[in-house]
């Protein structure tokens, strides 16, 4: 990758890993659906705005936005509101820090989905051994809090898995249909149609719809929706196109060094010597699959 990716590439990373901190803090007093709508009601707003100040600098018609709007509405459910409600859910029941680790293992789903659908972005060899030793990095990171709280916290830690299937197989559709358009554009469709789905459903569960009474939650749903949707997804898609599906997936690696740091700190979550030890894998992974052997590029399994 050039310098410019992997720079944006580490900002992304960085800027996600604090999501898990402010969805603990927010599903204190608002449940999940309520915490996504308000987060990507943000989003959406924060992008109008991007995208109306910045749309003359692109030629897209209204044609070509019509064209693509049935698959933004399948992006803004497989990679917005399905996944950010099971993952708000899930945060209720489990550490931050746990959840950000079990979100890393979203490469893992996307290296088996992705090549399925997208024949330039082939299986090889540094991919495999590199995401292995990034999962493996995972599971030691994880491994104190399995053992002390795997039962009790099994259903929050299996639907948070699940979260990830979902973001895998979102993140290989973008690449397959949203080519074409502007980022920002992108992210903007894509959470405008999450926000719809999100707040109908809030419409027919959430009675009365709930507004935020302590000023932190506010700060949690403001942080979560600008920073943490809108300019992340605007960078997001840059570099989905840019380094394609499976490598954008290794940014997943990062939020667990950030989520289970910030967990540890703001939050008093424990942290044992296993997390350095699985840093250094992942650290490792993320720059495996993304080495260029020619010799193993040539050959896809």
Known sequence: MKTKDWLLFWF??????????????????????MLVGY????????????????????????????????????????????PWVMISWAGQFIDSGISSILNSAMPLFTILISPIFIADDRI????????LTGFVGVIILMSPSIRQGWTSGLAGQSVALLATVFYAAGTVFARKRGHGLPPQLQAFLQFTMGSLIIWVLALFIERPIVLPALPITWVATLWLGLLGSCLAYIIYFKLLYEIGPTRISMVTYIPPLVGVLLGAVSLGEQFHWQALFGALLILSGISIVNLKPKILEKKPL
Do not use: C, Q
Request: proline share 3%; charged share 15%.
């Open 12 to 33: 992304l990373g960085i800027i996600w890993g604090t999501s898990f901190l402010w969805i603990k803090v927010a599903v204190e007093e608002i449940s999940p659906v």
């Open 124 to 131: 090889t060899l540094p991919k495999i051994f590199g995401l």
């Open 39 to 82: 987060r990507t009601l943000f989003a959406s707003l924060g992008l109008g705005f991007v995208w109306l100040f910045t749309r003359k600098k692109y030629n897209v018609t209204g044609k070509e936005i019509g064209a693509h709007l049935l698959d933004f509405l399948v992006m803004g459910a497989v990679n917005i509101a399905t």
